[in-house]
């Protein structure tokens, strides 16, 4: 079924490998700070006359008060409604009568809204993003149904999807410190006490200039945007001052973890573990490429290690794969996954992937895995030029983890420097049993039915 | 906010898409584009799993899903590690009414990605582990989705809208088809389908018009001169006006709702796909999210559709509600629906809508795998290679009067079929079956046994 282009949507729930992976260096890229403290990028495609405009800010659901988990969320689906100068709807018609597409997504680390317009569109979208950037006006009458639409978004991502109620428990295992415990979209009892004042509170907290970037990529130059730009947002004044971004941190973990979740609905059992990582942010050495590397080669489509030996050769798994979050402020995650074929028990896939682990971390990659891996990652940096909204989200997301634009084009020549030393070390230091949380995800008998409907 | 700039958009491509003849009177539609380094390609074959034999749904799926799992003398690992090492994207699905192909290359490999195109569209091994391998994957993934309310409410709608047509069945099959299928059923479809006359193929990027038509020309010497597709009899979808709930123990109901909607070709598509835009299209104005999420909470997502399938056309929408509002959304819904029959849209409506969709139109042309992909829809349909430079024309000039008398029969008397999958409340007169193998704890039966 063709899907709804809700505003608000949680675009990561679950990580996402492929942007991840897809860092790239991309066309000659700009950035200047205004005087208010806004961060603001420059990437130029010319081949359309159309841009993407994107405003990120530093804040994320990772940055939530104990007890108001959502808080970040609620208040990204609040931005659309309305300020003192721009009544409820308004932008969004604008937009839509611009025939531009917008929406807008939370993460752990960082909010983020966007409008693709026409080029000669660009000053308005700018001009409406930066009024609410601290014009946001709320009153009872729009937050109070909007908590039931993000209820229903709970209910629709967690509550009908039991594997997801897996993920969630997962992570709340594998973090128990730092906030990446609680879910982007908060916990149903917390949503349900979330209001106006704690949304203002959260905003007057963290959207100010001085808390985001301004990306915008797409026909246009420099010293356009940097014009546009003084003219809308750097008439924004910073309201607060913030400090570094120092959430709770993981002690370091020393004991295995299980988590078992057994429904009815499950119809089709699967298996994860997730190790805690060190991110690009984390990391003090080439840690974070030697992973996206390790990635790659354990669990990256179909060559990939865990692939041949549990689906090709042994034949006890249907899929199975791995994937690396490491765009992340704090710690970082590193998953492993498989499903099994009919019958087969889950303990069965586990012992498997831990003899391919083990015999990983003993040998290490060959030499023809690795430059396969490096090709394959390294393609994805040029393939990512062809959309200016995927550059747009590289640069974006990777600032707003604290990292560079001389990282993120410097990307492509660290992932080829890697040794297979380093990817071999990085396994055997991260792939530590008491680093890890497994899943399991069962079908369980229904409950007995005490009447019939 | 002047919507001639933005229309322009699409012009910019148009004037380069080319038309590149080759052999055996097949073309290509290219658009030249030097400034990226990449080079996608799309290939489609008309047919899809409305081709699967009745007793064996899910053959072309799995026809599809295999043809880069082992070519010519190339073993699946083999093909896949040639691919990898050379990062050349290669994929393929289908759907209910094409088999498609989807390449991406560095244009530097451009020769061997179309070369391993070529292998993987003519000579596919079919080897027996690689069947039954990915016919696991495939079963697992039904297994997986059997009681997932979205996809369950989907299936069931189709099946109910469809009896005894191919659009009904399946179209990824069923564990037990896949399971009954062989090397022989996946080389009859094969070479029912993947022919030189039922072929369609776009590609952007740096190669230039004489270069392509050579690539072509090699890939389609290799495969068979003519298709041999069933004959799908075109039909408007059944049991409109009946409610179905499927009982799931959940505490949202997903809905999927829909009617007959106009064919691609038929001449007030775009009149009824302005309406349907005013109704419950993309974007934060329209009156379904206006009505049911932004006033009322009832839903994070409502939204409707025209899905013009080659053999039946389909009006279609979704919403997700908690059990104890379902009926009152599908009563607003359906409100809705019967207020724009009767009394169209407003003028302002109208103009907002044309101008979201003049505007909007370039945003499918901004990369390479998008503007292919395009390429292809449009040679599938029929619309004609200077479809894009006409299409925010047509649009602009379509009036309110078009609108209202699209939009009267589009929605006609408002009359639904309605699957609600969960605990609903508020709908009277329906049907109640409990979901498949719900009551019992697994058995791979859950698939089939949807009804």
Redesign the interface.
Known sequence: ???????GAVAELKPQTPADAARGAGPDVASFTLANGLQVVVIPD?????VTHMIWYKVGSADESPGVSGIAHFLEHLM?KGTAKHPA?EF???????????NAFTSYDYTSYFQ???R??LKTVMAFEADRMTGLQLTDEVV??????????R??RV???P?SQLGEAVAAALFVNHPYGTPIIGWEHEIEKLDRHDAIAFYERFYTPNNAILVVAGDVDAEEVRGLAEETYGKVERRVDLGPRVRPREPEPRAARRVRLAD??V??P?LQRNYLAPSYETATGDEAYALDLLSQIMGG???SRIY?AL??ER?VA??AGAWYYGDALDEGRFAIYA????GVPLADLEAAIDEELARFMAEGPTEAEL??AK??L???T??A?????TLARIYGASLATGGTIEEVQAWPARIRAVTSGAVRDVARAVLDPRRSVTGELL????PE?LAA? | MSSASTAAAPQAHVTRIQRVAASHGAEAWLVEENTVPVVAVEVAFRGGSAQDPAELPGVVGLMAALLDEGAGELRAETFQETLEEKAIELSFSSNRDAVTASLRTLPENLDEAFGLLSLALSRPRFDDDAVERIGSQLSAQLRRDALDPEDLAGRTFFAEAFPGHPYGRPPRGTVESLAAIGRQELLGAHRRLITRDNIVIGAVGAVSPERLAGLVDRLLADLPEAASLIAVPTVAPAAIGRTEIVTLDVPQTSIVFGRSGPLRNDDDFIPAYVANHILGGGSFSSRLFTEVREKRGLAYSVYSYLSPYDHAGMFLGGVATRNDRAGQSIDLIQAEIRRMATEGPTPKELDGARKYLIGSYALRFDTSTKIANQLVHLQLDELGIDYVARRNDLVAAVTEDDVRAAARKLFGDGELLVVAVGQPTGLPGARVRPAPGSAESHAPAIVTARG
């Open positions: 079924m063709a899907a709804a282009t809700p505003a010319r081949r359309a006359p159309v659309f709807g969004s018609h604008v937009v839509a009568e611009l025939g531009g597409q917008e693709r317009v026409a000669e569109h109070n149904p909007e908590r039931d639409v993000i209820l229903e978004e209910r629709s509550d009908g999807d594997s009815p609905r119809t089709q699967s489509g179909s060559t041949r689906v090709v034949g249907a899929n499903i099994p074929r009919a430059d396969r090709t394959r390294i393609a994805d040029i393939y030029q062809d959309s200016q909204a079908s369980a008998p229904a039915r409907e």
